[in-house]
Each structure stands twice: as structure tokens, then as C-alpha cells.
């Protein structure tokens, strides 16, 4: 049982962070229903208001992770389920790195690959992924002299995650099921 602060044991801590990133969402002010049961941020929430997409275009979203995080339709499809079920820091993760790699300043390069470790590296981070003592170690080191590498085989093994996991999970969702009727 957990007691005091200073005596929680560390999947006490975990429980406590997923408890309060679960109220944070919930105390949030809706724009409809629908925001009360799946949390949208603003571009998620743009693209799911769009046209439905077809059922041949949900379909082809099986054929790869890559397909996916390419299709507009299917990568708001694939954040909003995340975010349904409080598992979208990997997917977030991912997007972090694929920005990441588009600056070109070393000053701004350096600045948010300190604000990715914090928010996803660390230990006991906000939204940490879940990634071997080896590769965080490696991209620790990587982060000495940022480069546009820095992430690499941390995004890989996130990435090799979602396909393994996650992309599943979506597929067999009622959500996505629903699309492909």
C-alpha cells in the first residue's frame, strides 16, 4: 500500500503520474461529448471533423505502421484510439523525433533535444517511453552533441513497439472496426 511521498515505491509513483495525466485530461473543458470520452488536440481534431475516410483507405491502413503515420485520416484515427486508452506517448515520442529531425540549428537542435529527453527520456519523465537501459543509455550519450541522429535507435525501438503492440491493438479497436464495415 502506498504511503507517504517520500516512501512510494516506484510503481506507486507510476500509478500516481497515470493518475494525475488521467484527471489533467478530465478536468479539461470539452467542446462537446465527445471530447469528455477521446481528448483531441487541435490538429487531431481538425482532421477527425473532416470527411470519413473510405473504407478502402481505412483498410490499407493493416498494410504498415509507415502507411499509417503518413495518411493523415489514419494517423488522427491511430492518436485519437491512443489517447482513448492513455497510451499515446510512444506515438507522441515518434512525432517529437520525426520534428526534430527537420531543424537545422545547432542552438535550437540542442534546446529541443533537451525538452524531448525531459519530456520522454528520463526517468520518471512526464510521458516516458518505454525503452531498455541500453538504448537510453546510448541516447544520453548521443545527446552530448546533438545531432539530427541523436534519437535514432530510441525512435526505432518505439516505433518497433507501436507495430508490435499498439498498431495491433488499433486494428482490432471498434473504432477502426467501424471504418472498415
Known amino acids: 500500500m502506498c504511503k507517504g511521498l517520500a516512501a512510494l515505491p516506484h510503481s506507486c ?3 500516481a503520474k497515470e493518475i494525475k495525466l488521467k484527471l489533467g485530461t478530465l478536468l479539461q473543458k470539452p467542446d462537446s461529448a465527445v471530447d469528455l ?3 483531441y488536440d487541435e490538429k487531431v481534431q481538425k482532421l477527425a471533423k473532416t470527411q470519413k475516410p473510405s473504407r478502402e483507405e481505412a483498410l490499407q491502413w493493416r498494410d504498415s505502421l509507415d502507411g499509417l503515420l503518413k495518411d493523415g485520416h489514419a494517423l ?3 492518436k485519437s484510439f491512443l489517447q482513448s486508452e492513455f497510451s499515446e506517448e510512444n506515438l507522441e515520442f515518434w512525432l517529437a523525433c520525426e520534428d ?3 531543424i537545422q540549428s545547432p542552438a535550437k537542435m540542442a534546446e529541443r ?3 524531448i529527453y525531459e519530456e520522454f527520456i528520463q526517468t520518471e519523465a512526464p510521458k516516458e517511453v518505454n525503452i531498455d537501459h541500453f538504448t537510453k543509455d546510448l ?3 548521443n545527446l552530448v552533441e546533438p545531432s539530427l541522429s541523436s534519437f535514432d535507435t530510441a525512435q ?3 516505433h518497433a513497439l507501436m507495430e508490435k503492440d499498439s498498431l495491433p491493438r488499433f486494428l482490432r479497436s471498434e473504432f ?3 471504418l472498415v464495415k
Request: hydrophobic content about 35%.
Open 13 to 15: 509513483l507510476e500509478r
Open 76 to 78: 488522427a484515427s491511430f
Open 37 to 39: 470520452v477521446i481528448p
Open 113 to 115: 533535444a533537451k525538452q
Open 139 to 141: 541516447t544520453v550519450k
Open 100 to 102: 526534430y529531425k527537420k
Open 156 to 158: 526505432k525501438k518505439v
Open 176 to 178: 477502426y472496426q467501424e
